[in-house]
């Protein structure tokens, strides 16, 4: 499990140009045109971790298993979108798939690419592509509201406090507000969750900006970063045609040519830091003489549902997990070492999983 995150924004953005230097491919059709991407183009890509090579160095293991993070690149949304322009229901509905949103915002100026309304201005361009989120959302909300109003005929009390919550995130959207500011009670989590938002789902605003501006940005990027911390919501600069150039390197000449633009990490770094910021997520390791393997879960999950994203038997049948912190196993030259130095802990049911753990699971078939 990694994460899914959808690649949105305007035609013409340079979403596709993005997707495939991410996922280090040429799926995706990049064209001066709106539209040239119809079907969502998916991808995966190995979260990049330095822990991986040094866990499986000391457990000298045959192979090393990164976790994935798949992007989709979602066709330019344009104004109307949420009453069907550009195709804009079928795209909409590739959104709601994704775990997290990379809003991707033309910070740059170049003649030979036309922008679909004409001018630069990113901050229009992100209200747009928001506006048009926001009035999704709101119809959703409102169809679900007329299939409740049979069943508040018959005085059915759930579909009453439903009708009633969701008139109250009604309200909300239609203030401007994404649905991820929206605060309820926690008895309506499960059904908040159900909805499946296009507002409540967390966003990186990701500014595309020339390659001599990948370092520092520029003043259309600052607008960006401006408007992201007024939201709450995190921001990335990149450039696109530098993201290109840099998938087609081998690890050497990539560090060489980041060097020499001034960038200490490539894009794909920075935005699956910020993915895994936004979504709140860590990384667990199981390692042996057979593989070292990294595996993603939430912050806060308890040791018997991270086995599940192995196997749901290692779940259900939970004894306990012998768990060494990252820093001691290598600290103490592998599991062995660890154990010897007693830094193997035993594990039950309610330990909450941290980031770096080195995880054995005993459990009953």
């Not at 990948?214 to 408007?227: Q, T, Y």
């Not at 633009?261 to 699956?272: A, H, S």
């Not at 990384?283 to 192995?310: D, H, L, M, N």
């Amino acid at each position: 499990m990694g994460f899914k995150c959808g690649i949105v924004g305007l035609p013409n953005v340079g979403k596709s140009t993005l997707f495939n230097a991410l996922t280090q491919t040429a799926n995706a059709e990049a064209s001066n045109y709106p539209f040239c991407t119809i079907e969502p183009n998916v991808g995966e890509v190995s979260v990049p971790d330095t822990r991986l090579p040094m866990l499986a160095g000391l457990s000298q293991s045959k192979n090393i298993i990164p976790t994935k993070l798949t992007f989709v690149d979602i066709a330019g949304l344009v104004e109307g979108a949420s009453k069907g322009e550009g195709l804009g229901n079928k795209f909409l509905s590739n959104i709601r798939e994704t775990d997290a949103i990379a809003h991707v915002v033309r910070c740059f100026i170049d003649e030979n690419i036309t922008h679909v309304q004409n001018k630069i201005d990113p901050i229009s361009d992100i209200q747009t592509i928001e506006t048009e989120l926001l009035l999704a959302d709101i119809q959703n909300l409102e169809n679900r509201k007329i299939g409740l109003e049979k069943k508040i005929k018959s005085n059915d009390d759930n579909s009453k406090i439903a009708y009633k919550f969701f008139g109250d995130i009604i309200n909300f959207l239609n203030d401007g507000k994404p649905a991820r500011e929206f605060i309820y009670d926690r008895n309506f989590s499960q059904i908040y969750k159900e909805l499946n938002l296009l507002t409540s789902k967390p966003t990186v605003y990701i500014c595309n900006v020339a390659e001599i501006d990948a370092h520092s940005g520029n003043e259309l990027s600052k607008l960006v970063e401006a408007h992201a911390l007024k939201l709450n919501c995190q921001c990335v600069v990149i450039s696109a045609s530098t993201e290109s150039e840099l998938s087609i390197l081998n690890e050497e000449e990539k560090k060489e040519y980041l060097n020499s633009i001034g960038l200490e990490e490539t894009g794909l770094n920075k935005i699956i830091r910020t993915g895994y910021k936004i979504l709140n997520l860590i990384t667990y390791f199981t390692s042996g003489p057979k593989e070292t393997r990294a595996w993603t879960v939430q912050k806060e999950t308890i040791a018997p549902r991270a086995a599940a994203v192995i196997h749901t038997d290692f779940e259900k049948g939970f004894i306990r997990a012998e768990t060494i912190s990252y820093d001691d196993f290598i600290t103490f030259q592998g599991e062995q070492g660890s154990k010897e130095a007693g830094k193997m802990r035993l594990e039950g049911k309610d330990y909450i999983v941290k980031d770096g753990d080195i995880m054995h699971f005993r459990f009953a078939n």
